[in-house]
Each structure stands twice: as C-alpha cells, then as structure tokens.
C-alpha cells in the first residue's frame, strides 16, 4: 500500500556547480532557481514520482551540469 507522501510526489533540492540564470531556464518548469553565494545554483521543486526526479537529472547531465548534491525534503504537509 502506497503512502500519502509518495501518491504526491516528493520536493528534492539539488545543488549544481554552474551559475544559472532564473530568466533562461524554461525547461525548467516550477523548478525554484536560487542562485548561491559560492557561484553554484540550487534547484528546488516537486517532482511526482522517481522517474520524473530521474528524468530531471538526466536533462542535468545531459546539458552538462555537475550535481554537487541532491536531498529530498520532507513535506510536513503530507503528515
């Protein structure tokens, strides 16, 4: 049996090394782009299921960003 927390999807944040513009990242979607003091980028968002989050890291690679860190947040709404 499923729990409510994985019906909704979870929020993950993902640190890259690159410096991301917020204006130039459509593909994004509802993706939260926070730029950081040391140059990197972190990304926040909601993402359904696994292969969704998967789906996401792919594009990351595939466009050549490095992933310093990745963490799922826990959603004290889902409680």
């Not at 499923?2 to 459509?26: A, D, F, H, M, W």
């Not at 939260?32 to 890291?57: C, H, Y």
């Not at 992933?67 to 004290?76: A, G, H, S, T």
């Amino acid at each position: 049996m499923e729990s409510q927390e994985s019906k909704q999807g979870n929020t993950y944040r993902i640190k890259v090394k690159e410096t991301l513009n917020p204006g130039s990242t459509n593909w994004f979607g509802d993706m939260t782009v926070t730029p950081q003091e040391n140059g990197a980028t972190l990304l926040s968002g909601r993402f359904a299921d696994q292969p969704a989050l998967r789906g996401f890291l792919d594009q990351l690679w595939n466009r050549n960003f490095t992933i310093l860190y990745l963490e799922r947040v826990e959603n004290e709404h889902t409680k």
